[in-house]
T-cell receptor, first 115, second 114 residues
């Protein structure tokens, strides 16, 4: 069974630029959730995708957008980067409809630094 | 709305001592509760979860947690700390209504002294 993978591991961007982060979900999972974890804080929910549709969104502005592909992998796009976007971005996959609370399994994260 | 409060941002114990990490939640509907561990520069690993049924839940690495509805708590314990337990621990809550996202606490950093 393949776990959740994310790429790249680290990324440095400058303010105003755009960034795309990628996530491959665990084998058999159909749902991907993205979280932002600022330094010293718990993860904050950005949004979730189920069967290629957005299935819920947290308190993040529209410049945070995403996609889910037919193979259930996903992308997180952030436009007009701000310094406060510097964080660890975590992807989690789960199986919606398994009847067992849709437990989320996390990838190792992408560390984004905005200068 | 649901929320999680983790009391104590830092906890330090001696190797072999009891580990107790506190978590209180707020939820208007029956919650699902989770503990995750995060080692430095890594993602989150699921330790254990409470769904329904038995209120004492056993997880990996010797950890367990007890769901106490009357106290709205889900504290994490381990009888004997090991040096390898040093990490950040996050409590999280999810419900079956509305958005199926996890709401996390702010985390507790566990230090284990030799």
């Amino acid at each position: 069974e393949t776990g959740v993978t994310q790429s790249p591991t680290h990324l440095i961007k400058t303010r105003g630029q755009q960034v795309t982060l990628r996530c491959s979900s665990q084998s058999g999972h159909n749902t991907v959730s993205w979280y932002q974890q600022a330094l010293g804080q718990g993860p904050q929910f950005i949004f979730q995708y189920y069967r290629e549709e957005e299935n819920g969104r947290g308190n993040f502005p529209p410049r945070f957008s995403g996609l889910q592909f037919p193979n259930y992998s996903s992308e997180l796009n952030v436009n007009a980067l701000e310094l406060d976007d510097s964080a660890l971005y975590l992807c989690a996959s789960s199986l919606t409809g398994d009847g067992i609370t849709d437990t989320q399994y996390f990838g190792p994260g992408t560390r984004l630094t905005v200068l | 709305a649901q929320s999680v409060t983790q009391l104590g941002s830092h906890v330090s114990v001696s190797e072999g001592a009891l580990v107790l990490l506190r978590c209180n939640y707020s939820s208007s509907v029956p919650p699902y509760l989770f503990w995750y561990v995060q080692y430095p520069n890594q993602g989150l690993q699921l330790l254990l979860k409470y769904t329904t049924g038995a209120t004492l839940v056993k997880g990996i690495n010797g950890f367990e947690a007890e769901f106490k509805k009357s106290e709205t708590s889900f504290h994490l314990t381990k009888p004997s700390a090991h040096m390898s337990d040093a990490a950040e621990y996050f409590c999280a809550v999810r419900t079956d209504t509305g958005r199926r996202a996890l709401t996390f606490g702010s985390g507790t950093r566990l230090q284990v002294q030799p």
